[in-house]
């Protein structure tokens, strides 16, 4: 299991991270997620696909920063 932080701008309020731990828990590899105000900790099953995860957050009005 990898545990990765995904830092992301435009969250400002709990509604803003409940609405990016449900994007999150679309993808496949994700396994949980803690979201709080900029940022999120997922734990997966394999590597994060970088590239759709940034479109998915984007789509939703917010901006993937990194993934650490």
């Known amino acids: 299991m990898l ?8 969250m400002i309020c709990n509604h803003c991270a409940n609405e990016v731990k449900e994007i999150l828990e679309k993808f496949a ?5 803690q979201s709080d ?3 999120a900790i997922v734990d997966a099953s394999d590597e994060l696909p970088r590239d759709e995860i940034a479109e998915a957050l984007s789509e939703g009005g917010y901006a993937l ?3 650490k």
């Not at 545990?3 to 435009?10: A, E, N, R």
């Not at 590899?29 to 997620?33: A, H």
């Open 3 to 10: 545990k990765k932080t995904i830092i992301i701008d435009g």
């Open 29 to 33: 590899t994700v396994k949980s997620v």
């Open 65 to 67: 920063i990194d993934i």
């Open 37 to 39: 105000i900029g940022k």
